[in-house]
């Protein structure tokens, strides 16, 4: 269930990092970037901090002290060796943002932002950002459609890691569910009280909510459903342990049940492109495995209809003998490389498909080749 295979246990972290990983959503799995990806983010990210220690105040313990109290303080909870450099810019649009340089970060806060949000609130506003951060999101960029509608559902789920972050960042996670709200609907105080309850009562009931389909190019899941998965990670052993509490329920079982229902809500096009291309690469793969000796037998073809379907069985195996392996070895490529922005699940789920058809089949070498092929065609 946690692809970055982070330690879960009820030891405390032993650093930023290591805080990080423990709490990161499992369908929020980490991007490797190509070298020369690399070098042009490293360059945006030194140009980014620079024009902002240009054209922003710098928040400082004498400037701005109730700001940089609550930097200060997500910081510590946080566990960052380095207080980072925050700067507010005049918006009145309540949003924040973070880079990350090297061990550097750097967070720009809206003036809107900051008048909407009592100090404790703002704190996991910049645990928030600070999560972004570390955890690289959004960095990569998609070339083509079906890319973009992975990404954007990998947006989604990176959004609810860095909720947890911010949880992790104020006193009392009611602080940070509070700044949620009042970003939300743009309002402070005096129209938004501290008692929350009534609110906290109604977004949990609202059960159907959770699961409303959003739309195809949305960056961040509903409030609804955000709103109750922030409550669930609240009641989770990993969340009342890093706190020092004791009891919870276990983080495996709440992830599967965030996870359900951050996937039945989706957009139905991302769960469409996410089916099509499964569904093809394990038919171009298949018949890449049964026909690399030019014959496949009945027991073979068999095999393929039952994984992939008698539609594709036959198209993929006629595609195959008349432009050969390699064809079909290009159009396989080309299926599985907009997965590399799908969740990992998606992947594993090829994965073992293909070594149980290369069991099923008698040629495990085969699907071994193509485990790697894979591997090759999700790479950045």
């Excluded at 507010?88 to 340089?101: F, L, R, W």
């Excluded at 030019?294 to 595609?319: C, M, N, P, Q």
């Excluded at 789920?349 to 193509?370: H, L, N, P, S, W």
Aim: a negative charge.
């Amino acid at each position: 269930m946690n692809p970055a295979g982070a330690n879960l246990s009820m030891e405390p972290p032993l650093d930023h990092i290591e805080l990080l990983a423990r709490v990161r959503f499992s369908l929020d799995h980490a991007m490797r970037l190509s070298p020369g990806a690399e070098k042009s983010r490293a360059e945006f990210m030194a140009n980014e901090i620079t024009r902002t220690r240009r054209e922003f105040v710098r928040v400082t313990p004498r400037l701005m002290p109730s700001v940089h109290r609550a930097v200060a303080q997500a910081a510590s909870k946080l566990m960052l060796a380095h207080e980072p450099e925050v700067y507010v810019e005049s918006d009145p649009t309540p949003n924040a943002s973070a880079i990350m340089h090297e061990d550097q970060y750097v967070i720009r806060l809206h003036s809107g932002l900051v008048t909407l949000l009592a100090p404790e609130e703002l704190a996991s506003i910049v645990g928030h950002e600070i999560g972004h951060a570390t955890l690289r999101h959004s960095f990569d960029i998609p070339r083509d459609e079906a890319q973009e509608t992975f990404f954007h559902e990998l947006r989604r789920a990176q959004e609810v890691s860095a909720d947890r972050a911010g949880l992790l960042s104020v006193e009392d996670p009611i602080f940070a569910l509070r700044a949620e709200l009042k970003v939300a609907c743009g309002l402070g105080a005096p129209y938004i009280s501290a008692d929350m309850d009534e609110f906290i009562a109604h977004i949990s009931a609202a059960r159907e909510d959770h699961d409303a389909p959003w739309e195809a190019e949305t960056t961040h899941p509903h409030l609804s459903l955000r709103f109750w998965a922030q409550q669930r990670f609240i009641e989770s052993d990993v969340f009342r342990a890093l706190r020092g509490e004791s009891g919870g329920t276990p983080l495996d079982t709440i992830e599967k049940e965030i996870e359900e229902r951050f996937l039945g809500a989706g957009s139905s096009a991302a769960f469409r492109a996410t089916a099509d291309h499964v569904h093809e690469a394990l038919a171009w793969l298949g018949v890449m495995i049964v026909a690399e000796d030019s014959e496949v037998t009945e027991d073979e073809r068999s095999v393929l209809v039952e994984f992939v379907g008698k539609i594709w069985a036959d198209d993929a195996t006629v595609y195959a003998r008349r432009h050969g392996l390699e064809a079909v070895e290009r159009r396989a490529v080309e299926t599985l490389a907009p997965l590399r922005f799908s969740n990992q699940r998606s992947r594993m789920r090829i994965e073992k498909a293909v070594i149980e058809f290369g069991m099923r089949t008698q040629k495990q070498d085969r699907a071994t080749a193509m485990i790697q092929l894979i591997a090759q065609a999700i790479a950045p």
